[in-house]
């Protein structure tokens, strides 16, 4: 089987992928050399020593050439005699072998059902990395250096260390711990009568929504959404095929009831997602009139309410507002909340609490989608709960961001206050501001960005997608001197569009 190599030469061609690690130019050329014939089956390679020599290269970068083509099978070594291509070579996949810039896209043979648009702009769904000293006033994002990040990595190594099964497979449902302390604190903060066995966990709400739209809406459904909303929620509630959405209007008491049975009557609806704590993005709470309006319509038509309490620890003023869910007695509302405001985004810890059967149904498609969740972030969440840890963090951050809602409001009022106009919202993350027209929110946004600062538009909210003057300034996860300096540049901004 032995061949001697004879005058084979390997010839690394200047500039070929010159993107590679040397060593990986030397196995592709080496691969395609036994791929062309010009090293044949069974051939014999020199000595690494001796390939190193000829190529001008350390010994080591050879070896792992030959290390390389060993894994993929091109090449076999026999101990003490040496090296050899494979005399069966392995079907090569050529595409492994190019360096991502020049990957040219295949020619598409597959199509998506249609309906499934990602969001091109950034500001849409936001996600980090930011751009360096960028400060984003991004609506609803948490100030996640206020963790207690001691307590959160010594519980996370106890739930790791003290426990390898975490690591094997768990119950769908959530770690059975979790939901026990979750439970009790969604009976103690928000008078919800639940039990541990009421509650699926779900990587954060945005997996408890897209279940929900698989489980409750059916194909051909109407599902009620507010008209300024969270898009991420419309998208999951509807991706059954030909579910219409219906955009219901909102006003300073929240969603308009009124319109929504009038929609419900003229074609019934079966679900409304709403977001009545504080709505999402105008910040209003929903006024305790139109809460019962909602829950006897429900309740009389037969239709569901899904109740996304997405931020309900921050609520400043006033007493707190217990959550539609709690007055339920029809059983007609699925509650869905997040620890992503309370603790951190990046967790993607949520829950669904719902009636039996759309529960039930909602933990068999998770297993098909997901299986289970995270088992040692969520033992590790249990344990701050258990010790008091997260409710103290929660004490913290309601003390804090009520106080940069404070400064925020204030300093904006200062400096933009002749060309914004806004309410103090009771609670939340964000402020829902209006421009005067002589400030044109699309070029305000567009030149605040170039000062490096970024915020929301209004339009990414609209069910119609118009342009509007309004916009969400997220103020909770800048500090006090961040805020400062993120306004002073809106102002610089609003000047130039001003100066133009
Ligand atoms: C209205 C609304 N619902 C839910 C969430 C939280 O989503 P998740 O729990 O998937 O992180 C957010 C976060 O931005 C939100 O604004």
Redesign the pocket.
Known sequence: MTRPVGAWRLQLRAGDAVELPEFLRIARAIAEDARSGRLAPGARLPGSRELADTLGVHRNTVLAAYRELSVEGFLETARGRGTFIASALPEVKAKRWLPASSQRPTRARLAARPGFDFPSTPAAIPFSPLPPRTLALYG?LPDTRLLPHDALARAYRRALRGRVDLLGYGDPQGELRLREALAQMLRVTRGLSVRADDLLITR????ALALLGRVLIRPGDRVAVEAYG?QP?WRALSEQQGVQRVPIAVDAEGLVVSELAAAHAERPVRAVYV?PHHQ?PTTVTMSAARRMELLALARRERFAVIE?D?DHEFHYDGRPVLPLASADDGGNVAYVG?L??SVA?GL?V?YLVAPEPVRKAALAARFDLDRQGDRVSEHALAELIEDGELQRHLWRTRRVYHARRDHFVRALREQLGHQLTFETPQGGMALWVRAARSLPIGAWHAEAARRGVLFQPGQLFRYDGRETQYARLGYAALDEGEQSTAIARLGEAAAALAGR
């Open positions: 609803g954060g709400s945005q997996m969270y929620a977001t999402y996304d997405y997040t992503s405001k985004p993607r949520g």
